[in-house]
């Protein structure tokens, strides 16, 4: 059981380009979202979703973009990377519901130059 | 909105002594959850403990336990006979009830050493 699988785990770009952080989980789990670190600001949401087709806003999500064709896959896109998207990113899913607990990815690390 | 204050930025405690990290939150509702979650150097997160606001039982996980008081919004987690594995970031992080999808608010995470 991989669990939640997001790739990759490491990437520099130079602003103004464009990429996809993948995600990936096989635990069929409605809910998925995506958050970024940053020192001293604990975890922030950028989107989020509670199944196939379904994709809403969180807290920062200016500069991403998201989408849910399967109940798999939810990846995050980055449409004109900047210097301010320099992070770490997560990915986490669950069932919607209770007290069920987010399941992480391991991240990825992302530079923008 | 939902607010989560870690006001400890960092911790120490000495190896097999008792530590208390502090987490309060500011909400308005009545029923909601509120998790501790683990950050070591290998970055994973990794789900410490997990409390329901309806129960007034505070949880316990071997020797991490919280000190859940609902009335001052305090969610503080206790962990006992420190070892070198426990050194970590430590982020409380809270769930709400009423709202749709299991969107976590974190708190901005407390770094915790542990001395041998």
């Known amino acids: 059981n991989a669990g939640v699988t997001q790739t990759p785990k490491f990437q520099v770009l130079k602003t103004g380009q464009s990429m996809t952080l993948q995600c990936a989980q096989d635990?069929?789990?409605?809910?998925m979202s995506w958050y970024r670190q940053d020192p001293g600001m604990g975890l922030r949401l950028i989107h989020y979703?509670?199944?196939?087709?379904?994709?809403d806003q969180g807290e920062v999500p200016n500069g991403y973009n998201v989408s849910r064709s399967t109940t798999e896959d939810f990846p995050l896109r980055l449409l004109s990377a900047a210097p301010s998207q320099t992070s770490v990113y997560f990915c986490?899913?669950?069932?919607?519901?209770?007290?069920?607990?987010?399941?992480f990815g391991n991240g990825t690390r992302l530079t923008v130059t | 909105a939902q607010t989560v204050t870690q006001s400890q930025p960092e911790m120490s405690v000495q190896e097999a002594e008792t530590v208390t990290l502090s987490c309060t939150y500011d909400?308005?509702?009545?029923?909601?959850?509120l998790f501790w979650y683990k950050q070591p150097p290998s970055r994973q997160m990794i789900l410490v403990i997990r409390?329901?606001?309806?129960?007034?039982q505070n949880a316990t996980e071997n020797r991490f336990s919280v000190n859940f008081q609902k009335a001052a919004k305090s969610f503080s987690l206790k962990i006992s006979d420190s070892q070198l594995g426990d050194a970590a970031m430590y982020f409380c992080?809270?769930?709400?009830?009423?709202?749709?999808?299991?969107?976590?608010?974190f708190g901005e995470g407390t770094q915790l050493t542990v001395n041998p």
């Open positions: 986490a899913s669950s069932y919607n519901r209770g007290n069920s607990p987010l399941h």
């Open positions: 635990m069929n789990h409605e809910y």
């Open positions: 979703s509670v199944g196939a087709g379904i994709t």
């Open positions: 909400t308005s509702e009545s029923d909601y959850y």
């Open positions: 409390q329901e606001a309806y129960k007034q």
């Open positions: 992080a809270y769930r709400s009830k009423e709202t749709s999808g299991s969107r976590l608010t």
